[in-house]
């Protein structure tokens, strides 16, 4: 059984390795078309994307109560002074 694990191992699973060199060497000696124009073929000039809307805020009416309170002030506490002798 060990003899088909290292033939599974390193022949068959190092084919989809070698279509995909085959493949890109093929991409780069591919020659461009003469068709295709040098300003990447859109005529349409790129436009920016949309800006997606604002959340709106929350609606206080009177089915709801009043707006919340700020939360309390926090403060840092100082480090104390050294005592010198």
């Known amino acids: 059984m060990n003899g088909w694990t290292f033939f599974y191992l390193m022949v068959v699973l ?6 995909l060199l085959a493949i890109v060497w093929w991409a780069i000696r591919k020659e461009p078309d003469a068709g ?20 709106r805020p929350a609606r206080r009416g009177p089915h709801e109560g009043p707006q919340p309170l700020p939360p309390a ?6 480090p104390r002074e050294r005592e010198t002798a």
Do not use: E, H, L, M
């Open 36 to 55: 295709s124009s040098g300003n990447g073929g859109s005529p349409v000039s790129p436009s920016r994307p949309p800006v997606a809307p604002r959340p």
């Open 14 to 19: 190092k084919i989809p390795i070698v279509a």
């Open 73 to 78: 002030r926090v403060r840092t506490p100082r």
